[in-house]
Structures are given as C-alpha cells and as structure tokens.
C-alpha cells in the first residue's frame, strides 16, 4: 500500500505501530477516551488521522521527519497545496508514517486485521481515494 494513499482505520493503524503502540484486543467501554500514556490503542478510540488532540504531540515530536517527507512530495511551497490544506492530520500522519517505514507498507501486518472494526461490506470494498490535485487526477485503488 502506497502511505500517501493511507486513510481511516488503516491510516490510523499505522500511526499506532509507527508509535510502538499495542492494540487492544477488547473493545474500550462506551464514552472511553484515548489514554496517550497507556502505551496501547483501539480503533474506537485512536484517531490521529481525524483528531488533532491525538496528532499534535505527534507533530511536535516529528515535525522535522514530517516536514522532509512533505517537502520530499510536494516541494518547498507544500505549506499551498489545497489536499494539505485541507486535510492536515491526514497529510502529517502519512508522511509521519513515511518516516518510520517508507512510501509503502504492508495491508496487513503478521495475522493483524486493522480492518477487523469495520462492517464487512466496507472490509471488503474498502477505497483509498487521494484527492484530486495530488497527481494531477483521483485515482482509486482497494486496499
């Protein structure tokens, strides 16, 4: 899987093994929150692709790595870039990701499904969808 390609769960899953995180086999309890010093994750409750208060300490810890792997991708003027703009969180935790494993990692890691949360028909039919303006068009692959 291409990481500027990464998005939702999946984008979220590799956050958590970038961060040395472990995943939680069991559900949190209903209105559970995140716990950053817990050392874990669930994908009910990490969302650092969507959540800035998840992302920014991420930021602030890689913001070097993150800003070479931006610049590497869209030059020195990424700070315009309307995909960037738009949806930051997104665009810094794959480029954090690329920092930690490369342009490309795997779907699935050693028997994990990060996909496992979600319903089936969106398991099997799940879309990566990088915006339009990236590289130059929409392109859609299933991951």
């Not at 093994?17 to 559900?27: I, V």
């Not at 810094?92 to 996909?115: T, W």
Request: net charge negative; with cysteine; hydrophobic share 40%.
């Amino acid at each position: 899987m291409i990481v500027k390609k990464l998005e939702g769960t999946l984008l979220n899953f590799w956050v958590a093994k970038s961060r040395g995180l472990t995943r939680l086999s069991e559900p949190p309890l209903a209105g559970a929150k995140h716990d950053p010093d817990s050392g874990s994750w669930h994908p009910a409750t990490y969302r650092p692709a969507s959540n800035w208060s998840q992302a920014g300490p991420i930021v602030s810890d890689e913001w070097y790595a993150i800003e070479d792997i931006l610049i590497e991708w869209f030059g020195p003027e990424w700070t315009s870039v309307n995909t960037v703009v738009h949806i930051p969180t997104v665009w810094f935790m794959r480029a954090y990701v690329a920092s930690q494993f490369g342009d490309e990692v795997e779907d699935l890691i050693a028997g994990e499904e990060p996909l496992q949360d979600q319903p089936p028909s969106l398991r099997n039919a799940a879309l990566c969808i990088l915006p339009a303006g990236v590289s130059g068009n929409s392109s859609r692959s299933t991951i």
